[in-house]
T-cell receptor, first 113, second 110 residues
Framework: DVKVTQSSRYLVKRTGEKVFLECVQD?????MFWYRQDPGLGLRLIYF???????EKGDIPEGYSVSREKKERFSLILESASTNQTSMYLC????????????FGNGTRLTVT | QKEVEQNSGPLSVPEGAIASLNCTYS??????FFWYRQYSGKSPELIMF????GDKEDGRFTAQLNKASQYVSLLIRDSQPSDSATYLC??????????FGTGTRLQVFP
């Protein structure tokens, strides 16, 4: 069974702090993704990665960066957290084949005060 | 026009009834279609996927795809209160990105 693990379930940070959200998958998936989910807006793609050291902007990359130094790990970085980044953050991965589904981590609920 | 559209609901059905959830998409090049279930406070979990026109059945769930009409649906037979959740439709085109709808909230009442 695919396991996608996010390091924190809940986080509370202050405005201006640098925040790291970590995600690890154990199925050797090539593709990894970071989404945020907000009521009424659904899942929105922040960044994704097709391979180690490779990254692509999603629909809402502003205020975020990512790092993929190893295939199994994909980190989301908030350079200077702001209150409008309070959200549920979901990491996901998949193989890359056309019908390969996304497998999600349990999510990190981030509150920025 | 949104890329993937779903009625936000809530869709309320009695226990034992058939729940019908619908999704339309705008990109005719879309190739794969996924239905996820998300319970409140939890992450989405895959229910099923479909990529050929027609029906695909898995237990109480049936996915239906009509590419000409750019329409995909999910039927849940014999609905149970435990089916109460938000159902997300997701569409993959010729890239590896999934585009999600905002979800339909289903309520199954006893």
């Amino acid at each position: 069974d695919v396991k996608v693990t996010q390091s924190s379930r809940y986080l509370v940070k202050r405005t201006g702090e640098k925040v790291f959200l970590e995600c690890v998958q154990d199925m050797d998936h090539e593709n990894m993704f970071w989404y945020r989910q907000d009521p009424g807006l659904g899942l929105r793609l922040i960044y994704f990665s097709y391979d180690v050291k490779m990254k692509e902007k999603g629909d809402i990359p502003e205020g975020y960066s990512v790092s993929r130094e190893k295939k199994e790990r994909f980190s989301l970085i908030l350079e200077s957290a702001s209150t409008n980044q309070t959200s549920m953050y979901l990491c996901a991965s998949h193989h890359g084949a056309a019908n390969s589904p996304l497998h999600f981590g349990n999510g990190t609920r981030l509150t920025v005060t | 026009q949104k890329e993937v559209e779903q009625n936000s609901g809530p869709l309320s059905v009695p226990e034992g009834a058939i729940a019908s959830l619908n999704c339309t998409y705008s990109d005719r090049g879309s190739q794969s279609f996924f239905w996820y279930r998300q319970y409140s406070g939890k992450s989405p979990e895959l229910i099923m996927f479909i990529y050929s026109n027609g029906d695909k059945e898995d237990g109480r769930f049936t996915a239906q795809l009509n590419k000409a009409s750019q329409y995909v649906s999910l039927l849940i037979r014999d609905s149970q209160p435990s089916d109460s959740a938000t159902y997300l439709c997701a569409v993959k085109n010729n890239t590896d990105k999934l585009i999600f709808g905002t979800g339909t909230r289903l309520q199954v009442f006893p």
